[in-house]
């Protein structure tokens, strides 16, 4: 039911539907979490047990990893890794590029190393105990940290492909005018017109042209 509010002199949405509103707004939000598949590599004893719980009350499918393999997995959305000396040495992908969001788990025991921390480059650190709101945290965190850093990823490729398209262009261009005594204007022309008539990229005939320029050299 509306409340009416004699500040503004108008009906207003109730304390209850903006209560319900955001308890929606939350389940949204914890259902991004629902069929996760994430791995844990920790020991098993009572905090590694709680970690367990917790991943799995979110609804991930969860997988425990013990010992630590030489590599970390790539199959998971979310690897939750015991942090180690040598953890650096066992990330398999190069720094930037990872291949799975990682969450470096502090047992709280021994000097917080902090450039550690940087050199594995994980979304996230969790510290333990696990509590409910540091595991959703951790979760939510670095899986948008990792997703954001894939967009990325694509757009710089992106950027990389048009760049090299660009060059190729211009160096069949700089082949056609030679070659054909054509204007650049006309040189362009017959790249886009080649590209439309065969249903192909324009940057697709420039390769053509140039690898046939240097076939017959």
Known sequence: M???DHAAGK????HKTAASAGQSNIQAQQKAFWDLDVAIIARRDEEGERLMRE????RCNVRHIWPMPPQIPVQFDLVFCTLTEDLP???PW???EPEAALVVIDCGTGELDLQ???NCAAHGVLHYPATPRTTQ????LARGHFLYEKRLRGRIDKLDENLRTMRSVERAKSLLIRMKDVTEEEAY?????????RRVTIGAVANAIIDSHELLS
């Open 2 to 4: 509306a409340r009416y």
């Open 11 to 14: 009906r207003g949405p109730s």
């Open 55 to 58: 991943l799995q009350r979110l």
């Open 89 to 91: 040495q066992r990330i």
């Open 94 to 96: 190069i720094p930037g």
């Open 116 to 118: 550690l921390i940087h």
């Open 137 to 140: 945290t951790c979760v939510a």
């Open 189 to 197: 022309n017959y790249l886009r017109r080649q590209a439309m008539e």
